[in-house]
């Protein structure tokens, strides 16, 4: 079955240390991936896609994830946290066919002071 | 704003009784997603409609659930007989033909008391 596995349920880091969010999706041809952001009370958010061009794919807020087929992973970092990085962080994967969005069961980044 | 909205944004209703929600997706956007997340969870699929055909639903989306997109615009989803397992987020997206990125609206909070 197609599905997405977030490895860790919740993620602390101290603000200024690198940020690494991990994401595995079962294997699939023409996977597209993305991650979304969600803060608390506000709407699903995009931070970025990889839709099989370049495997290194930048995305807002200094963020970017590399697409290793290899690995089927799709793990999202961040050189150094912000306050504002804490959110709820989803890694999503769509097959070619339908578009449906297949979430993973969410990341909560908290980031210490 | 020309986002993706949803109304109502919060529902409160006793069991059994029926409930609609609303979904205006962004103006040029085929494709139209009904998705729903629970507590803690990632949003999980219901169903999506590319102009006015609905060409997928979940096998969570019981005989008591309906969507609709008659003109290919907007669209509702309705719940009848709720029940307390029904009590969600109910995320409404939308996005271009087929592969590209879905825009999310702020969900209608459902409680079923």
């Known amino acids: 079955a197609q599905s997405v596995t977030q490895l860790d349920s919740h993620v602390s880091v101290s603000e200024g240390t690198p940020v690494l969010l991990r994401c595995n999706y079962s294997?699939?041809?023409?996977?597209?991936l993305f991650w979304y952001v969600q803060h608390p009370n506000k709407g699903l958010q995009l931070l970025l896609k990889?839709?099989?061009?370049?495997?290194l794919v930048k995305g807002i807020n200094g963020f970017e994830a590399e697409f290793k087929k290899s690995e089927t992973s799709f793990h999202l970092t961040k050189p150094s946290a912000h306050m504002s990085d804490a959110a709820e962080y989803f890694c999503?994967?769509?097959?070619?066919?339908?578009?449906?969005?297949?979430f993973g069961t969410g990341t909560r980044l908290k980031v210490l002071a | 704003d020309t986002g993706v909205s949803q109304d109502p944004r919060h529902k409160i209703t006793k069991r059994g009784q029926n409930v609609t929600f609303r979904c205006d997706p962004i103006?040029?956007?085929?494709?139209l997603y009904w998705y729903r997340q629970t507590l803690g969870q990632g949003p999980e699929f219901l169903t999506y409609?590319?102009?006015?055909?609905?060409?997928?639903k979940s096998r969570l989306l019981s005989d008591r659930f309906s969507a609709e997109r008659p003109k290919g615009s907007f669209s509702t989803l309705e719940i009848q007989r709720t029940e307390q397992g029904d009590s969600a987020m109910y995320l409404c997206?939308?996005?271009?033909?087929?592969?590209?990125?879905?825009?999310f609206g702020p969900g209608t909070r459902l409680t079923v008391t």
């Open positions: 103006s040029e956007h085929n494709r």
């Open positions: 409609f590319q102009n006015e055909a609905q060409l997928e």
């Open positions: 294997s699939s041809y023409s996977p597209s």
């Open positions: 997206a939308s996005s271009l033909v087929r592969g590209y990125e879905q825009y």
């Open positions: 999503v994967v769509s097959y070619e066919g339908t578009y449906k969005y297949i």
């Open positions: 990889y839709t099989s061009a370049a495997t």
